[in-house]
């Protein structure tokens, strides 16, 4: 949990990666990817719901059309959540053979809620030295957030 509370920081961080014309990877087994998926049929959602709320009361065909419409998007979406939660992965692993020693080290320490402050003094590097490797981890781990380097190495 602790690693969810650095993630402002990291955001910041990979927005300077962006800036100098550095991307990251999204893809929909990641967690980021999940989170966007997500996010979207959310909005999705939320436009219908609206639309049903703020729309004529008396057109009881739109607004039973709406319901089910957005009953059948959730039906799915929970679905591909339980698919994608259920879904064996080796990628903490794999991904793990793409660090340095050092960011190997550093991603556990990030795994186990670790500070950036609390990363450099342990390993008696600079804060700044710990932010550039926890950047180059969430670049090659093609996340976000520290969360989900957590969350990728959980079974390691």
Same mark, same amino acid.
């Given at each position: 949990?602790?690693?969810?509370?650095?993630?402002?920081?990291?955001?910041?961080?990979?927005?300077?990666?962006?800036?100098?014309?550095?991307?990251?990877?999204?893809?929909h087994?990641?967690?980021?990817?999940?989170?966007?998926?997500?996010?979207?049929?959310?909005g999705?959602?939320k436009?219908?719901?609206?639309?049903?709320?703020?729309?004529?009361?008396?057109?009881?065909?739109?607004?039973?059309?709406?319901?089910? /419409? @957005? %009953?059948?998007?959730?039906?799915?979406?929970?679905?591909? *959540? =339980?698919? !994608?939660?259920?879904m064996?992965? +080796?990628?903490?692993? /794999? @991904? %793990?053979?793409?660090?340095?020693?050092?960011?190997?080290? *550093? =991603?556990? !320490?990030?795994?186990?809620?670790? +500070?950036?402050?609390?990363?450099?003094?342990?390993?008696?590097?600079?804060?700044?030295?710990?932010?550039?490797?926890?950047?180059?981890?969430?670049?090659?781990?093609?996340?976000?957030?520290?969360?989900?380097?957590?969350?990728?190495?959980?079974?390691?």
């Amino acid at each position: 949990m602790r690693a969810l509370a650095r993630e402002r920081e990291d955001a910041h961080e990979m927005a300077g990666f962006a800036d100098r014309g550095e991307r990251t990877s999204l893809t929909h087994g990641s967690v980021p990817g999940v989170v966007e998926m997500v996010s979207h049929a959310l909005g999705s959602m939320k436009e219908k719901i609206t639309s049903v709320v703020d729309g004529p009361s008396d057109d009881v065909e739109s607004t039973d059309r709406v319901l089910r /419409d @957005l %009953l059948e998007q959730c039906e799915r979406l929970q679905t591909d *959540i =339980a698919e !994608l939660l259920l879904m064996p992965t +080796t990628e903490g692993g /794999d @991904l %793990l053979i793409t660090l340095t020693p050092r960011e190997r080290e *550093i =991603a556990g !320490l990030i795994a186990d809620g670790l +500070t950036n402050e609390q990363i450099a003094t342990r390993l008696v590097i600079s804060e700044k030295t710990t932010k550039t490797h926890v950047t180059r981890i969430l670049k090659k781990f093609g996340v976000r957030q520290r969360s989900a380097v957590a969350a990728k190495l959980r079974p390691f």
